[in-house]
């Protein structure tokens, strides 16, 4: 994607596709931010609390932002993508020596992408509430029109998920520099009438604001990190756009549009105190109001499928990785293979989202929910990048322990400062997350103990073979394909078909699809041909996590390998399992069927993997775990 930087006009039009999706979520955090610092449940909003805030929220932005994501977790890149799926992967890559380690880093993983779902159900119930509540000041009597108005742009939002952004992504780019020039531009006018806020730029005033208001100073943490929001997007969108535009968007534009707009409402609120109910569209001139709102709407509409379209993007990663269910995967754009759309998802996300919206009514209820997602899944990040920098990179001890006493004390202050809103809002996004996090641990279980029955009641395929080499049975043209995941045993459909059509094909494959621990494949190991003699055949294709599987299409690139498919003359053979929870050792009854309640509605494997249906014959078997 780098490559791409050395065209200045294409690293300049990246750039402006990376504010229209990158900037979305932390692009709209002005709007609710200060007015959770110095609300009802903030500090009051007296010269230098203001100051010790806007101070806070600059370093923050600065230690966060600027040098943890756009300097060092931007650089633990997975083959150009990043996400807390990539990043989990390159660091259960860096132990591959220790089991303990791996399953630990895959349980942070895990929870990461858990709450993850639920900073993608609360953003954009927080984000078009914050847009929506500007009618409370441009007009009282319609506050009662708020939750139903966010409704219904919700709706509207969720409705067009299917038709994919390719159409209306290139006005997402420029509508959101307006965004942030509309940002700026407000910011520049307030501070103009009270220079002195840009005091506010030196850390001693929020090293001051802690010694000053001490334990409320220390809560008010919970506020400022509302400024932090969407800052994994820089990383989790780099395979879209590179890191070179990510990273000048980020220095040259949006850090300064966003930090004058901070600003210029901390100097409304000098001059104002009273403007802390609503900071943001009060620094707004009324005859802008109503502009404004629309403006802010369509800012929120863009990081909300922004933070969608990365549900979308992890969901499919962990289908491939094996810790979810296989769904159905539409693509929106024959241009844009990152553009992809699951129904279900989607679905679950809209019903979720409007709950949240009716049940929470306001952004000022959600900002405590939204805190909770956000550094949950920002600490996760610190953990898993000092692994990287230690097992990938070969940095020194000391590097990446004074890395981490770095990363690790900013995301443990902001965590505890939360902890006090976990009754207050926090408990949803850890509910959902331990939710989604039982759901994919449960998947990933059953999968296992599956493929150990299997396993057991198996053949080894290499006596099988040498038995039908001396007692051949009957043989019919063609090639058969059993898709098999345990390539050593003989597939039950294989046995199934000898047994009951006593006939064998000509040419017998068995097929194992793997999942690589990197987005993409390299092209020489995609392919493995193994000849097992007696016409019969083991051959593993291997795809990235960022890849959609076409088997049809790989086994036509077969022939260089030495295997050759007649499509026309080929016979998918598949064994599908129908699970029978029991009370074995394993796991507890209740996962057992929920393991066989996610297998049972699961995409069948033919869909999936793109084979035909009228060249497949699906076998059954009952499995107990």
Known sequence: MTAHAENPNKLYALALGAVGVVYGDIGTSPLYTL??????????????????????????????????????????????????????SLAHRGVRSSARARWAIMVFGLFGA???FGDSVITPAISVLG???????????????????????????????SRGTAKVGNVFGPIMVLWFVALATLGVMEIMVAPQVLKALSPHYAIAFFAENGRAGFFTLSSVILALTGAEALYADMGHFGKKPIRRAWFAFVLPALMLNYLGQGALLLTSPEAAANPFYLLVPQPLLYPMIALATLAAVIASQAVISGAFSVTRQAIQLGYLPRMQVKHTSRETIGQ????????????????VVVGFRSSTNLAAAYGIAVIGTMAIDSVLVMIVARRIWGWQRHNVALLGALF????????????????????????????????????????????????????????????????????????????????????????????????????????????????????????????????????ILRYGFAEDPDVPDMLGRCEKAGLTFDMMDTTFFLSRESIVPTDRQGMPLWRDRLFAFMARNALPATAFFQIPGNRLIELGTQVEI
């Not at 610092?37 to 007296?46: N, Y």
């Not at 806070?56 to 996400?83: H, P, Q």
């Not at 009282?140 to 969720?158: S, T």
């Not at 992809?340 to 409007?354: A, D, E, F, H, S």
Request: hydrophobic share 55%; net charge negative.
């Open 35 to 88: 007015k959770e610092a110095f609300g009802v449940h903030g500090v009051p909003p007296t010269p230098d609390n203001v100051l010790g805030v806007l101070s806070l929220i600059f370093w923050a932005l600065i230690l966060v932002v600027s040098i943890k994501y756009a300097t060092f977790i931007m650089a633990a890149d997975n083959k150009g993508e990043g996400g807390i799926m990539a990043l989990t």
């Open 114 to 116: 858990a709450l993850f």
């Open 131 to 161: 847009a929506v509540e500007g009618l409370k000041i441009a007009a009282p009597g319609l506050e009662r029109y708020v939750v139903p108005i966010a409704v219904v742009v919700l709706l509207i939002l969720f409705s067009f998920q």
């Open 340 to 355: 992809i759309y699951l129904p279900w998802i989607n679905r679950l996300l809209l019903v979720l989202t409007l709950a």
């Open 408 to 539: 690790c004390t900013v995301d443990a202050a902001f965590l505890i400062a939360n902890l006090d809103k976990v009754e207050h809002g926090g408990w949803f996004p850890l509910v959902l997350g331990l939710i989604v996090f039982t759901v994919m641990t449960t998947w990933r279980r059953g999968r296992e103990l599956v493929m150990r029955e299997l396993k057991q009641a198996g053949l080894a395929l290499k006596p099988f073979i040498e038995s039908i080499a001396e007692h051949p049975p009957l043989r019919v043209p063609g090639t058969a394909v059993f898709l098999t995941a345990q390539i050593d045993s003989v597939p039950h459909a294989l046995l199934h078909n000898l047994k009951h059509n006593k006939v064998l094909h000509e040419q017998n494959v068995m097929l194992t699809v793997e999942w690589l621990e990197t987005p993409t494949a390299e092209p020489e190991e995609r392919i493995e041909v193994v000849s097992l003699g007696h016409e019969f055949h083991k051959l």
